[in-house]
T-cell receptor, first 114, second 109 residues
Framework: DAGVIQSPRHEVTEMGQEVTLRCKPI?????LFWYRQTMMRGLELLIY????????DSGMPEDRFSAKMPNASFSTLKIQPSEPRDSAVYFC????????????FGEGSRLTVL | TQLLEQSPQFLSIQEGENLTVYCNSS?????LQWYRQEPGEGPVLLVT?????EVKKLKRLTFQFGDARKDSSLHITAAQPGDTGLYLC?????????FGTGTRLQVFP
């Protein structure tokens, strides 16, 4: 079975450009999470969805960040405009049940903003 | 605000040594998970502990959940180079999973 699929794996862009990261969760999983990982701040939760509905976006750093989940098999995380401090590895993860369930992660999208 | 503190932050040891890493919080956990992350990959679940005082073993790894459910430890016996990675504890907060600061382990042959 395919795991969580993220694209692109690597993105290098210039400050001010729009960045779109994509995620396909595991089929049948009801929860989808977006995390950001840096050496300084570790693995931070940005936003999560349940049945395609955003439940908690309190981790989204600012209005430049937005996330959507138009259907059960696709989600996007958009940064517009991007800034150098947004450089990080962005992970998407999905889960089939509520609290206590195993979280399955994608391989991540490494973003570098110059 | 980081709710989960892990220690040590970094650990470099020789193959065959034993080690323990810790995960602490001021909050009570309903459940706690341990993940391992290798370079270039996402974290992968090792274990979930739910009951205070619970001990689980996974080959050379022993996981313990504190009686008060506010702390946990991971003990590795006779570490191998393949154990190298970032070890993360995570607690459930409603449906969210909040990760600790991580312990980066390097095991040298």
């Amino acid at each position: 079975d395919a795991g969580v699929i993220q694209s692109p794996r690597h993105e290098v862009t210039e400050m001010g450009q729009e960045v779109t990261l994509r995620c396909k969760p595991i089929s049948g999983h009801d929860y989808l999470f977006w995390y950001r990982q840096t050496m300084m701040r570790g693995l931070e939760l940005l936003i999560y969805f349940n049945n395609n509905v955003p439940i908690d976006d309190s981790g989204m750093p600012e209005d430049r960040f937005s996330a959507k989940m138009p259907n059960a098999s696709f989600s996007t995380l958009k940064i517009q405009p991007s800034e150098p401090r947004d450089s990080a590895v962005y992970f998407c993860a999905s889960r089939s049940r509520g609290r206590g369930g195993e979280l399955f992660f994608g391989e991540g999208s490494r973003l570098t903003v110059l | 605000t980081q709710l989960l503190e892990q220690s040590p932050q970094f650990l470099s040891i020789q193959e065959g040594e034993n080690l323990t890493v810790y995960c602490n919080s001021s909050s009570v956990f309903s459940s706690l998970q341990w993940y391992r992350q290798e370079p270039g990959e996402g974290p992968v679940l090792l274990v979930t502990v739910v009951t205070g005082g619970e001990v689980k073993k996974l080959k050379r790894l022993t996981f313990q959940f504190g009686d008060a459910r506010k702390d946990s430890s991971l003990h590795i016996t006779a570490a191998q180079p393949g154990d190298t990675g970032l070890y993360l504890c995570a607690m459930a907060n409603t449906d969210k999973l909040i990760f600790g600061t991580g312990t980066r382990l390097q095991v040298f042959p």
